[in-house]
């Protein structure tokens, strides 16, 4: 399988180093594009042996899969770039621009090429990321060569397109709201006389540690947050103290704010 990454910017190179370090695909099978030249140099660094270029042409002519990475202004650009040489019978494009819909792509590609829309977050450098993903014009079959492309980078899951917007505030920006908790959490720490570095430590390791207890028992969070809440405990004072400034309110707003 033979792909090509349109964007080398901050979502494009983590995409690459998942790829790469997850051995999903060999660094060989990889053509990373970008018209600066210091992004490509930072792909290089990943492993030499992954093609860099800076002609869009050259990356889409012998790709299986076709990954658009850049800014969602540029889409049309970059479509109107490649169009000439993306053959529908046997390649597929997925691209990762926040807001940019299935008809915008079609316009550009024409009618019933194999589209796929993918939200992943930052994590997927790290094989660790939430991968969402919808799907046009494609076959059973290639969905789930998609999927499981992605699945070797953390966890994938096939929604509709009208959810992509949901997704992106959950799993793409709730990379950045989660680590604003970590940040609020070692403050709090540091206040309580912890060291930043162990406490950025210890508020991470729990994280984690709550993540797992969620993915692994497949449990409601308060059936895991009962197990932990004492009558009269430190726990409970310390949630209503958050609930009393608004925290879950306040993280339900974020989320909706960009719908």
């Known amino acids: ?16 180093r998942g790829l790469v370090q997850s051995r999903a695909i060999s660094a060989n099978d990889l053509f ?13 660094k990943i492993n030499p042996a992954i093609k860099t270029t800076t002609n869009s042409i050259d990356a889409v002519s012998n790709a299986d899969i ?20 993306f053959d529908k019978k046997k390649q597929m494009l997925l691209s990762v ?12 590609l024409g009618e019933k090429s194999p589209l796929f829309r993918i939200m992943p977050n930052t994590a997927i450098s ?23 492309l992605f699945a070797k980078l953390g966890k994938a899951f096939l929604i ?32 309580l006389g912890i060291h930043p570095s162990l406490a950025h430590e210890i508020v991470a390791q729990t994280m984690r540690g709550a993540a797992e207890l969620i993915l692994q028992n497949n449990n409601h969070p308060e059936i895991e947050i009962d197990k932990v809440t004492t009558p009269g405990g ?21 989320l909706i704010a960009n719908s």
Do not use: H
């Open 160 to 191: 509709k397109e009208e959810q992509m917007t949901a997704a992106t505030s959950v799993a793409s920006c709730g990379i950045a709201y989660a680590l604003r908790y970590l940040r609020a959490a070692a403050e709090g720490a540091v206040e």
């Open 66 to 85: 076709i990954i658009l990475s850049v800014k969602p202004w540029l889409i049309d650009e970059v479509l109107d770039s490649i169009k000439i040489v």
């Open 32 to 44: 990373v594009v970008d018209v600066k030249e210091d992004c490509l140099s930072s792909i290089k």
């Open 97 to 108: 621009a926040a807001g940019v819909c299935f008809d915008t792509l079609e316009k550009s």
């Open 126 to 148: 790290i094989g660790e990321s939430m991968t969402l993903i919808s799907a046009k014009n494609t076959t059973e079959k290639q969905e789930n060569e998609v999927l499981a």
């Open 1 to 16: 399988m033979q792909i090509a990454i349109i964007g080398a910017g901050n979502i494009g190179l983590a995409i690459t």
């Open 234 to 254: 430190w726990t409970i004072k310390g949630l209503n103290a958050m609930e009393k400034n608004g925290f879950t309110k306040s993280v339900i707003a974020g």
